[in-house]
């Protein structure tokens, strides 16, 4: 089964945030202080989760990536996780994280059947880091990367969110990196979520980063995979890793896109940066498939076309990224 959005876009990929808490508070997605804890009947329950998954399958969702807040804080999550995977028809199951406590769990979600790993890593420098994720521990960022290659994960993406004069100074250092290691460096450039005087001075477009990058290395662009997500992937000759442009606000990929999200409140949305949303609670509480699966059709067929964020500005209303999962 294929489900197609009203503009001809097969709609096969559900990012589902199993909780909007995290364990770092990165500046460009958290603020510091000051977020009310959602009470525990107000998140999705795991059969809650489960149920939402099974009939975003169903009805043709063929990759689901598991967000947050941070997915890996949540207790219980290599269950659930060994569960999802179960489900008939679902080909892709992947997850993103911030890496604190991969060292530790990197076997368990690799046993529960998640195949491919995302790790969000802005800074090779430990004070860099520890100031963008206000108090972040890069060593233990680096352990879980590795610790993932030693389960048996192919090399995580690496997601790094390139600010200027914050660390647009370690582009090459990252690009440097794929010479020697099989990871894929994709590069996201920030994206304001929350309206503050002055967010575009942060802003370097995916056009300037691959030019600063193509100042040092010649870059081949390649084919894109199954699954791929909206970066546009380039390698270094003879590199082991790759290298992705992700350009959510220069250049709209939304003629491509292929997603839904979902939070972990059971919040339902067909674009990032739309304000629309929808209760599924209402369908979960008690559960009622036909309900769901008709309320997540019409989510799909009501998809905007695009989004209208641009440097000049923004017209969607504050959100936090940790609540709806990046
Ligand atoms: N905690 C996990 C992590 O950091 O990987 C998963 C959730 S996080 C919200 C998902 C992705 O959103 C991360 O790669 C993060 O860098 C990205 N993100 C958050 N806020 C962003 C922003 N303002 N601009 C661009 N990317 C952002
Ligand atoms: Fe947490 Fe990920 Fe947001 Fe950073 S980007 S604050 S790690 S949810």
Not at 119 to 130: K, R, Y
Not at 246 to 259: L, Y
Request: net charge neutral; charged share 20%; proline share 5%.
């Amino acid at each position: 089964m294929q489900l197609t959005d009203s503009i001809g876009r097969n709609i096969n990929y559900l990012r589902l945030s199993v909780t909007d808490r995290c364990n770092m508070r990165c500046f460009y997605c958290m603020p510091a202080a000051g977020i009310a804890k959602k009470t525990h009947d107000a998140m999705l329950s795991y059969e809650e989760l489960l149920l939402i998954a099974e009939t975003a399958v169903s009805l043709g969702i063929e990759k689901i990536r598991i967000t947050g807040g941070e997915p890996l804080v949540r207790s219980g999550i290599i269950d659930f996780l060994a569960k999802l995977a179960t489900i008939p028809g679902l080909r892709h199951v992947a997850l993103t994280t911030n890496g604190l406590l991969l060292e530790d769990l990197a076997v368990g979600l690799y046993k529960s059947g998640v195949q491919r790993l995302n790790i969000s890593l802005d800074s090779l420098s430990p004070h860099t880091f520890s100031d963008i994720t206000r108090g972040g521990d890069l060593n233990k960022v680096l352990a879980g990367l590795d610790a993932a290659e030693r389960a048996g994960f192919p090399p995580p993406k690496i997601n790094v969110v390139v600010m200027r004069g914050v660390n647009d100074s370690e582009i090459l250092n990252f690009a440097t990196m794929t010479l020697s290691h099989g990871n894929s460096i994709r590069f996201i450039e920030y994206m304001p979520v929350v309206k503050e005087d002055g967010w575009q001075r942060f802003c370097i477009s995916g056009e300037e980063i691959l030019q600063r990058i193509a100042a040092s290395y010649r870059l081949e662009p390649l084919d894109k995979g199954a699954f791929a997500g909206p970066s546009r992937d380039f390698r270094i000759p003879g590199a082991r890793g790759s290298i992705g442009i992700i350009t959510a606000v220069s250049g709209h990929f939304c003629s491509d896109c292929n997603r839904i999200r979902v939070t972990s409140a059971g919040q339902a949305k067909g674009c990032l940066f739309s304000d629309e949303r929808t209760d599924l609670v209402p369908y979960l509480r008690p559960p009622d498939r036909e309900q769901l699966a008709e309320v997540l059709r019409k989510i799909v067929a009501t998809k905007p076309e695009h989004h209208s964020i641009t440097t000049e500005g923004y017209a969607h209303q504050n959100f936090t990224m940790s609540q709806i999962g990046g």
